[in-house]
């Protein structure tokens, strides 16, 4: 499609929405959204098939994509860091959260295997970030707590991570 053919087809859209609205309730933001309402709807009735099947399909794909897309990014926001990896921060920040968590409670709520969890613990304690002591409630199990200078980090990493929070949004 030429460009030309985009801008008439983009001042048709306009004239559409302008005449559905009063002159003075007329904003970009609003075409936008109108827009999208209207050529989605659009799509919708061509194709007669799509299914809740096809929706989920796509809310998955599209969180995986998010998915992808923090992974990449906090990579970027972690490259000034002590913390290199996102479940590092992710680790340190639970533990901001709380004042102790078992070793294995921390693990299972990141969805990962043991083994791996306990490296990610591991380098977090080599560089103080956390510390190790045993729970008192059972002696078998050790508890971790965030130190002074995990806190410190999280808290240096907090205003870039709102700012990629909020670009995910």
């Known amino acids: ?14 004239e559409q929405y302008s005449e559905s609205k009063k002159q003075e309730d007329l904003s970009t933001n609003d075409f936008a959204i109108w ?10 009735a061509e194709n007669k098939e799509t299914t809740s099947h096809d929706i989920n399909l796509e809310l998955v794909f599209s969180l995986l994509l ?4 923090f992974k990449s990014s906090i990579r970027e926001v972690l490259s000034d860091s002590i913390i290199s990896t996102p479940d590092s921060y992710s680790f340190l920040l639970h533990l901001s959260y ?6 294995m409670e921390l693990v299972k709520i990141h969805l990962l295997e043991a083994p791996s969890g306990i490296e990610i613990i591991k380098r977090l304690l080599k560089k103080n970030l956390i510390e190790e002591f045993d729970d008192p409630k059972d002696k078998r199990a050790k508890r971790l707590k965030i130190t002074e200078k995990g806190v ?10 709102n700012e990629l929070y909020k670009d995910l949004v």
């Open 98 to 103: 709380t004042e102790s968590m078992r070793k």
């Open 1 to 14: 499609m030429k460009t030309t053919e985009i801008l008439s087809e983009l001042i048709s859209y306009i």
């Open 66 to 69: 998010l998915s992808k897309h």
């Open 35 to 44: 827009l999208n309402s209207r050529l989605y709807n659009d799509d919708v």
């Open 152 to 161: 410190n980090e999280i808290k240096s990493l907090e205003p870039k991570m």
